[in-house]
């Protein structure tokens, strides 16, 4: 389905004077209000395509109906949701689930849509009906070099498929490492790993960046062979310049600082992507802001300071992504609530004093850091986020349209709602 810009206008209209009056006040309270709207229009977050189905626990999934039954329904929600908020211009693949067997009809389709390919995502944490080896005891790390070469050899599909739809990254994310002390040598397993990473990163392209995602635990929970920053960061490092560290928010141990990982990797140029959720547990996946907003606003906080210190471009210069998942909640409506906290917490990192807060570092005035950081976190920057919309010429409130649209009974209706996306 697609969404009729005069859909959107008509519910701009019924709110656009209450929201100009809110606008006007953020407008007097900020100082650069024109710079940030241009910082906000330009940042894009991809949408990742296993998120557009309900997804499940390992009890039970409870499909929620409309689900998209294909690559093209996939992208024509991703159209919707950026039809709406005008911030979620890019989708990341994940192979096998979602092979382009017609690339060009699925790239004009995208573009149609516009979006933009972000990373691809292989996948050697399952096993496909037809494949050969298993990957049971690992993929890049196995003791059997089949099953490693079988890995590479599907990583470097991967890349292939993103080269005809005009993706620039690969992510690869392994499950590998093991469940019992004594299951695997880590000096050995770390190795294997480190050599078929190197044979696909031999075969990216030119312009392409590989990153290297860490998780701390499952599906092993013994260990993890690419475990935490640390041990990414080294992969990445030994790979060379095109390789770099993703950081998940769901996969460290409880209470890590990720904002201070964020600014070392930063620091050594080998943050590459980001891939956005929340949690209360573990790798939760749930929705971006949902728990822990001021952590989130920590993070974004480093993330800004960072990169305009190594005068990078916050839209292109890292891969933004969200990996989530959804169990109660319809998975646009989610993504659309996702998409909104990270605008909101972007433009709060956007408006801390800079040079107030270096001084107060320079004096060991803590309470004085503290009040900069607070005063940018609790400050209403929605009106600011709305106006970015509106001007790229999305809807004032993007979740509204979507419940007053009825677009979810219409996807039902267009498509059945026993529909049950690929994806886990
Ligand atoms: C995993 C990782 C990773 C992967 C995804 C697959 O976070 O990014 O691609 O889930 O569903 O937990
Ligand atoms: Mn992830
Ligand atoms: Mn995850």
Redesign the pocket.
Known sequence: MFLEKYSIEKHNEVSLKDHQRRFSFISSEVSNTENILKKLIDFQVAIPS?ALGTGGTRFARFAGGGEPRSLEEKIEDIGLLHALNRSSGAISL?IPWDIPSNASHIKALAAQNGLRFDAM?SNTFQDQPDQELSYKFGSMQHVNKEVRKQAIDHNIEVIKYGIELGSESL?V?LSDGSCFPGQLNFRKAFQNTLESLQEVYAALPESWKMFV?Y?AFEPNFYSTTVGDWGQSLLYATKLGPKAYTLV?L??HLPNANIEQIVALLLMEQKLGGF?FNDSKYG?DDLTVGSIKPYQLFLIFNELVEGMDARGMNHATDLGWMI?ASHNVKDPLEDLLQSVEAIMITYAQALLVDRKKLVAAQQENDVVTAQEILQQAFRTDVRALVAEARLRSGGALHPLAVFRGEKIREQLIKARGAKTVAT??
Do not use: C, I, Q, R
């Open positions: 296993w994940h995502n992510t994310w995602e998780k998940d769901g996969h891939h790798d990996d994806g886990l």
